[in-house]
């Protein structure tokens, strides 16, 4: 490679090679399924979008939590109109049922066959095994020309089982982690203090069950996505439990069930500025080296390095941080 060349690759092409195509999402989830709710949802993500200057959270428009029973179709039309309406410059997803659910064919029909350009994603619940995945992606593809992704909720000892397959769907962009239907399907063997902001960070079985779902993830190059906190009026615990995700379990992205908590997970997941600043520095440093090994503050740094830090810069920039000038061409 000549150094011309070198030079004019993107970052991302350079350190991630085939992977610079993989998902980068919002590190925040965010989901309403009552109308009123949706609706202050996706102006509040408007309103976010016009501060930091790009759309830091996504919203999840919830048909499985939000329709009433005997009211599938007719929230499943809300839902359609919502995204419709929704700006294109932000990100719009929408929770169908389970796929056993009778209105799951309808959900999707309905929302991708009218709606799939406008939305980011599709969220699936209660994923069993990859049969679940291939039967969403069918209808999806009957449906809509439009390649919509999938993302899919993993909420029972089985799937967790089944997370490395799950993960490795072409599909799939991301997986996340149901914490109270998981502690349920244990029949009670799981106490209920594991479904609280303590208890899901030290049970044996949850904690496992979190740490494969983020190892399927990132072997297959996909995002693992923290369950909700409960405790919504309780931004300490909030904040404790989305760095915990971030810093200790492996999570890039985690879900919103209250307006309350989007900013605490963004800055949770945010890198520190200091942080920022040391990668843009080194990033600058290796590009202009055409990104052969550098020296900086006496510690030697190379590729390996480089990629760690390039993407302590896309995670800046998904969560609205400043970054310096060095490195604003890339992000």
């Known amino acids: 490679m000549t150094a011309m060349t070198a030079s004019s690759l993107h970052p991302a092409q350079v350190l991630l090679g085939a992977q610079a195509g993989h998902a980068v999402l919002p590190v925040c989830d965010h989901y309403s399924g009552v109308e009123e709710r949706m609706r202050k949802s996706l102006q509040l993500q408007q309103q976010m979008t016009q501060e930091f200057g790009r759309c830091v959270f996504d919203v999840t428009l919830d048909c499985e939590d939000g329709a009433a029973v005997g009211e599938e179709r007719e929230h499943a039309r809300l839902v359609v109109a919502l995204l419709q309406a929704s700006d294109p410059a932000n990100r719009v997803a929408a929770r169908v049922h389970a796929v056993d659910h009778p209105a799951f064919a309808d959900d999707i029909a309905a929302i991708a066959g009218e709606a799939g350009e406008h939305l980011s994603h599709i969220m699936v619940p209660k994923v069993e095994s990859v049969d679940d995945v291939i039967q969403a992606e069918k209808l999806l593809d009957r449906a809509c020309s439009v390649r919509v992704p999938l993302h899919v909720l993993i909420e029972s000892p089985l799937a967790v089982h089944h ?26 063997a799981i106490p209920a203090s594991a479904m609280g902001v303590a208890g899901q960070f030290s049970h044996p079985l949850v904690v496992r069950a979190k740490l494969e779902i983020a190892s399927a993830c990132h072997a297959h190059g996909k995002v693992p996505s923290h369950c ?38 963004l800055r949770a997941f945010a890198p520190t500025d200091a942080l920022i600043e040391q990668a843009a520095r080194i990033v600058r440093a290796a590009a202009d080296a055409q990104w052969a090994p550098i020296s900086d503050d006496g510690v030697l740094h190379d590729r390996a390095s480089y990629r760690y830090f390039w993407q302590v810069l896309e995670r800046a920039a998904q969560t609205g941080r400043a970054l310096p000038q060095a490195v604003r061409e890339w992000l």
């Open 163 to 188: 997370a490395h397959e799950i993960a490795a769907h072409p599909r799939v962009q991301s997986i996340s982690f149901g914490l109270m239907d998981f502690v349920s399907a244990h029949g009670g």
């Open 228 to 265: 909700v906190v409960t405790e919504f009026k309780d931004a300490e615990a909030l904040q404790r439990a989305a760095g915990q995700a971030a810093d200790e379990f492996g999570y890039t992205r985690m879900w919103s069930i209250h307006p309350a908590q989007i900013r605490p997970i």
